[in-house]
């Protein structure tokens, strides 16, 4: 046994330190080796007085207030958790710590850096040795005890603190994923891995502050946030915040902030409570404001005279402050930094560095909505509380994200190629399983409830997730003492996120409640789906930080996708809608009302391969876009006005095609009750179509055909017939080739009609079975004339196509609308689509057969488009205006089936959602 006899204390320079050493001796157990290590490589004790002993002479002392500093500064590390006295390592490392605060201390600081440096290096190689034997827990408590930014920020060293932040921050969760995955490829258990090294090796470990700026453009900042213990001279240690600040080009700094932790964290939770509190119906746009200002004085204000020149910031942050949206904070003239400039989020600056190229090609977007989470009470929804069999959780259903997938996928619908075209999970189909099936899907949308728990027994990657189909009930069986598979029972917590296959994904959109809200750990960032996503291969990922209605909600999804589809740049589109809607909306409803609707969005974002050279000129390139949109917008709305003096019928040339005018208006879709032969999928309802669009004159002919495509698939050959043996699918690619940048379009956009302008445009006017009234024979139109409607005298039966405008055009000057071949429509066929009042319908998300076909072992989801018109082989009953034709999939091929073009000029919406109703006012700042 060792006993420690007092020490005249008062020997020591610092009046804080007589009670920083009591304060150490009466804590003996947890110190004392340390000290005592200490004791011998630096000092001797004579008389009850502890004297530095000099390294080249024995017997030769220091003065005591050189001694004095050193061990005050040991003390500090150690009273800090950096010292372990049983890890002869960390005390050596902490001799490291000592020397560098003694540099800075003495007026030296370039010394200093370097050997923060030299610390930072150290580190490394500790979290190389140690983290692979731990498990989650364990790894987080040595994280703790590293305490990687502690010393480096102190001092001041831009460099250290940025490589401690690109070494350790999310480095617990990100090692686990990564363990998991390789167990997974290598087939291997993950104990075994550490053990072949060259077989695996630990990303993060590789990553450097030069690898990172070499992938900055020169107009984007990376600010790495950290909470540290920040050693004063003075002897006092306080946690606090600082960012360093990397620039292609440019050393690294480092900014402290100008409060502690502790004043900025209240002010965080203060700020978020004065916004939120808009849903509970207060409204305080003063408290917004003075949040808004402090905090943007207290961190970001001193990072602008480092920021000339900056357009883009990507913010990585600590503690607190990854639930603050950094984009709505207020500078002292009241503007908002989103004004200033692109916002968006990574986890770590390691985010920034590409990981190896996927071997893979995106999917189909996928969209998740409207699940049926099952049970009795669907009543509420609670995010949070303690997780005990997850029986605290409650999910109620969430109708409107059905409407917001709806306009998303008409969105996608518009602005994608026909071939990949969005898959749609909704209701009962919206399934753990479907999500887990899924295989990096250019774009991935969940609409649905989010959660974060305060506890639970599997670690902090337990604590947040999402709700699928059945997670109500999942959670009742919980409530009982049951449990469900955890693989298929509608719960996808963020472990389980981490492990899907997103490794060619764009986008991931959580369109759900809290989403980007988890449990921060010092260094660690969000324990939750954040992280998780980035690391199962999402590029970006687009959260949200507080609960918002679905109405609203779904409205910014969808100003969001048509500005990511025009520039397919998702920071770039965020960044555009988010700054438009916070002005106008602080221009309409108040500071308050804006930053709750439109704040509280945030997207964590990593690099690809095909970001990492070309960022800066792929966001011009997508300003260029949003420019050129912005001029087709004023050309469009010209057109439009324009459009409401033209005739009906007027004739135009696009492409070599001639095209008729169908003027905006409404009709009555389907037949009446008394229309002989109708079908019961033809219920009659009102439909409006609120813009005009011009309709081919003809069915697409084999010359049109060829002209484009190269070859002729059709039977019956002429260059005035119509094409025919073409599917839904091959009609996508000739109208993707017109409107390529090579195709003849000449900036017109081609598509087929929807079914609503298909009809509108065939009956021209009237309400009759037919354009031309309610006979037909064989004589007004090519079909089968020996079952007449409307008559008993038999007519002509070509038995082939015959030459497009054959037969007398309509009202509209639109000619073989009845008959000839059946028109492909861009819609999916519903049964039960039709509803009253319906305004510019485009078909249902998802196809279904009809009624009159499900059978037994017939999918009744398959993949049906609607067919209009009639053909040459059919009777004339299915030649109606109202006859709808939807047992064939989009990859059926006859020679009677065809296509008609539809086209319109620039979309005069879709320009003004994109460029906003503040441009040119409401582009951003040059810089920040």
Not at 117 to 142: M, S, Y
Not at 143 to 167: C, I, K, T
Not at 187 to 203: D, M, P, Q, S
Not at 640 to 653: F, H, N, Q
Request: glycine share 10%; net charge neutral.
């Amino acid at each position: 046994m060792i006993t420690l006899s007092p020490f005249r204390f008062s020997t020591f320079p610092y009046p804080a330190f007589d009670k920083g050493c009591k304060y150490l001796f009466m804590n003996g157990p947890l110190f004392t080796s340390a000290v005592l290590r200490w004791f011998a490589n630096h000092a001797q004790i004579q008389d009850q007085r502890v004297l530095p002993r000099d390294s080249t002479k024995r017997g030769n002392f220091a003065a005591p207030k050189s001694m004095g500093v050193e061990l005050f500064s040991l003390l500090a590390v150690v009273l800090t958790g950096g010292v372990q006295a049983q890890n002869d390592a960390m005390v050596d490392l902490s001799k490291l710590e000592v020397r560098s605060l003694q540099m800075i201390y003495a007026g030296t600081p370039e010394r200093a850096w370097r050997t923060a440096n030299q610390i930072v290096e150290a580190k490394r190689e500790e979290l190389r040795r140690n983290l692979p034997a731990l498990d989650e827990t364990g790894r987080l408590k040595f994280l703790r005890r590293l305490r990687p930014y502690d010393v480096s920020a102190s001092v001041g060293s831009g460099r250290a603190v940025a490589q401690a932040a690109l070494l350790a921050k999310g480095v617990v969760l990100e090692s686990i994923l990564e363990d998991r995955r390789a167990a997974r490829l290598l087939g291997r258990e993950v104990k075994h891995l550490r053990a072949e090294e060259k077989t695996f090796t630990w990303r993060f470990l590789k990553i450097t502050v030069d690898s990172v700026l070499e992938k900055l453009p020169a107009n984007m900042a990376l600010i790495e946030l950290v909470r540290y213990r920040r050693f004063t001279k003075g002897g006092q240690v306080a946690e606090w915040y600082g960012a360093a600040i990397l620039r292609r080009g440019k050393e690294p700094v480092f900014v402290p902030a100008r409060r502690s932790a502790a004043e900025i964290d209240v002010a965080v939770r203060a700020y978020r409570e004065a916004i939120e509190a808009v849903a509970g119906g207060v409204v305080n746009d003063i408290a917004v404001e003075r949040g808004g200002r402090a905090l943007h004085d207290w961190l970001v204000a001193d990072w602008y005279p480092h920021l000339s020149g900056v357009q883009h910031l990507v913010i990585c942050p600590d503690g607190a402050l990854n639930f603050l949206p950094f984009g709505t904070l207020l500078d002292s003239d009241g503007k908002l930094v989103a004004e200033k400039g692109t916002i968006y989020y990574a986890s770590s600056g390691r985010d920034l560095v590409a990981r190896e190229p996927a071997n893979v090609s995106a999917g189909p977007p996928v969209i998740f909505a409207d699940p049926e989470f099952g049970g009795t009470d669907e009543t509420g929804y609670t995010p949070t509380g303690s997780l005990t069999g997850l029986s605290s959780l409650q999910f109620g259903k969430l109708k409107g994200t059905r409407t917001e997938a709806e306009k998303v996928g008409h969105i996608l619908r518009e602005t994608g190629e026909a071939t990949n075209y969005p898959l749609f999970r909704l209701g009962e189909d919206a399934t753990e399983a479907a999500l887990r099936s899924v295989h990096s899907p250019g774009i991935l949308h969940l609409a649905t409830h989010g959660f974060f728990l305060e506890e639970a027994e599997g670690g902090a990657m337990s604590l947040s997730g999402l709700a699928l189909s059945e997670a109500q009930a999942t959670v009742e069986s919980y409530r009982r003492g049951e449990g469900p598979d955890p693989m298929a029972d509608g719960i996808l917590l963020a472990e389980e996120a981490g492990s899907l296959d997103l490794r060619a994904t764009e986008l991931v959109t959580l369109s759900a409640c809290r989403t980007a809200v988890g449990r921060t750990e010092p260094g660690e960032g969000v324990m939750g789906l954040r992280r998780a996503l980035v690391q199962a291969g999402a590029r970006n990922v687009l959260m949200t930080l507080w609960d918002i209605a679905d109405e609203p909600t779904g409205d910014f999804m969808e100003a969001f996708y048509r500005s990511y589809a025009t520039s397919g740049n998702a920071p770039l589109a965020l960044s555009d809608v988010q700054r438009k809607s916070l002005k106008r909306l602080r221009r309409e409803e108040g500071l308050a009302v804006a930053t709750y609707l439109a704040g509280a969005f945030i997207l964590s974002a990593q690099a690809t391969p095909k970001q990492d050279v070309a960022l800066q000129q792929q966001e011009e390139t997508a300003r260029s876009k949003l420019a050129a949109l912005e001029a087709e917008r004023k050309a469009a709305a010209a057109m439009v006005r324009e459009d409401a003096v033209r005739p009906p019928g007027e004739e135009r040339e696009f492409a070599g095609i001639i095209f008729c005018w169908c003027p905006a208006g409404t009709f009555q879709m389907g037949s009446p009750v008394g229309e002989a032969r109708r079908e019961i999928d033809e219920t009659l309802h009102d439909v409006t179509l609120t813009r005009g669009f011009w309709l081919a004159k003809y069915e697409c002919t084999q010359a049109q055909w060829k002209a484009v495509m190269g070859r002729n698939p059709s039977h019956f050959k002429g260059d005035d017939l119509p094409v025919e043996l073409v599917s839904w699918d091959s009609a996508q690619q000739y109208i993707a080739k017109l409107n390529g940048e090579d195709g003849p379009g000449n900036g017109l956009r081609f598509a087929l009609p929807t079914e609503a302008q298909w009809e509108y445009g065939c009956r021209a006017g009237t309400t009759t079975a037919f354009s031309f009234g309610n006979v037909l024979d064989g004589s007004q139109a090519n079909c089968n004339g020996n079952y007449p409607y409307g008559t008993n005298s038999k007519g002509p039966d070509l038995q082939k196509t015959s030459p497009v405008g054959s037969y007398g055009p309509n009202q509209w000057g639109l000619c073989d609308m009845h008959g000839n071949v059946n028109e492909w429509c861009e819609d999916w066929y519903g049964n039960d689509f039709y509803s009253p009042g319906q305004r510019d319908p485009k078909g249902p998300l998802v196809g279904s057969l009809p009624d009159t076909y499900r059978v037994a072992n017939v999918d009744s989801l398959s993949p049906h488009r609607v067919r209009r018109g009639g053909a040459w082989r059919v009777i004339p009953m299915y030649c109606r205006s109202a006859r709808r034709i939807g047992d064939g999939s989009r990859a059926n091929r006859s020679n009677s089936l065809g296509f008609r073009l539809a086209v319109r000029a620039v979309n005069a919406e879709k320009s003004a959602m994109a460029a906003g109703p503040d441009q040119p006012d409401g582009r951003p700042d040059k810089n920040y």
